[in-house]
């Protein structure tokens, strides 16, 4: 165990990281709770959920004993031309929960193929009924994943640079925030057209993209206008899912249905890697057919997974308690209280929440000379007080686990406090 952030040095590639002037990578030995453990006795509180997949805690000893049975009774099969018990419960109880207009379930292994698949769905769809159809209309900003069909329905940026040739084009509009959702919905009357195979959106929350929020009304109405002419709706909620928003998923806050949705990160309460496709029955019905080129030629190795299927029906027994829908409204009610303190800081703005996402915008105060630096001062400060934030630019957003406490919470809010009050 020792020196192993010299060892990870010398033989790991990591994401996301520069790995000429990342600092060294901090060894995490053990997790309980909101708490992770590093190698040299130090603890963090990991209010991000690990890159928020996680729901109910690590290392949640209803999940491990349901995984651990599952291993010793069938670890994978095959899922074309075979089928077994985890995957067909868990879609039966996915659907139970998810929109009433979602009928079908398309298992892959995370968010970025969840999108993949939507996408080829999508597209299909249309191919299928002899109506090809080509744009997609998305959000400018928006995230939904690092692989190139996900990439390219993503806003340009840094990280899609070097991509930019070979994506395919999609037409943008500007997120409906405060105050902006009539322009917006201008903006969309246009683009919107019989030509629009699909509009992608991370309903009321983009996340990577600085955890922007707005509001359901705003996204009913681009999903109404995107309906007029056909267009299939793609909800991912890859991140908004599983009670991140106070609902169970961010479309419930919603009049109008999405006809697609994209589920990972937390369906398998952060435990392993999952991703989920769900559709309703119109777009499967374009798919059946005597004529073998209109099958969806799209799978995976690990699909359905019994042990991920497994985490995720052991994660959704704890989310659907009781004790954990008030912990997420509990959570909530504490983000708001804290919002009205954070009102009062100078460098604090553009306080946002939908249910236990809570965001701000840091500014830098007058101490602080690089607006620049302000992502590190803030992420090195929380990380020394033991707190697990990874701020987006100067964007500071909480995404705690449901079984994070009071106490734990009051201690994040007071060194988020200190910090706000010495930048
Ligand atoms: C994280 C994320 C993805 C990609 O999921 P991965 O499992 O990281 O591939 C897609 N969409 C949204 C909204 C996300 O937050």
Known sequence: MNNLAERDKAVIWHPFTQMQTAPMPIPIVRGQGSVLYSADGREYLDMISSWWVNLHGHAHPYI????????????????????????????????????????????????????????????????????????????????????????????????????????????????????????????????????????????????????????????????????????????DEV???????????????????????????????????????????????????????????????FTANPLACTAALASMDLLLQDETQANIQRISQKHTEFAKQLTTYSTVDTIRQHGTLLAFDLKAGEQTSYFNSIRDTAYNFLLESGILMRPLGNVLYLMPPYCTTDEQLAYTYFQISKLAQTI
């Open 64 to 235: 491990a004993q349901r995984v651990a049975e599952q291993l010793q009774i069938l670890e994978h099969v095959i899922f074309a031309d075979f089928t077994h018990p985890t995957a067909v419960e868990l879609a039966e109880r996915l659907l139970a929960i998810l929109p009433q207009n979602q009928s079908r379930v398309f298992y892959s292994d995370n968010g970025s193929t969840a999108v993949e698949v939507a996408l080829k769905m999508a597209f299909q769809y249309w191919h299928n009924l002899g109506k090809p159809r080509r744009k997609v209309v998305a959000f400018e900003n928006a995230y939904h994943g690092d692989t190139f069909g996900a990439m390219a329905v993503s806003g340009r940026s840094a990280f899609t640079a070097p991509f930019t040739p070979f994506l395919f084009d999609v037409e943008y509009i500007p997120v409906p925030v405060a105050g902006q959702e009539e322009a917006v919905l201008q903006q969309a009357a246009t683009l919107f057209t019989d030509e629009v195979a699909a509009f992608i959106v991370e309903p009321l929350v983009q996340g990577s993209g600085g955890m922007n929020m707005y509001e359901p009304t705003a996204l009913d109405k681009l999903f109404q206008l995107a309906r007029q002419h056909g267009s299939l709706i793609i909800a």
């Open 239 to 301: 991140m908004t899912g599983f009670g991140r928003t106070g609902r169970l998923f961010a479309s419930d806050h919603l009049q109008e249905n999405p006809d697609l949705m994209c589920l990972s990160k937390g369906l398998t309460g952060g435990t392993m890697a999952l991703g989920v496709t769900t559709c309703t029955q119109a777009i499967y019905d374009a798919f059946l057919s005597d004529d073998k080129f209109k099958t969806l030629f799209h799978g995976h190795s």
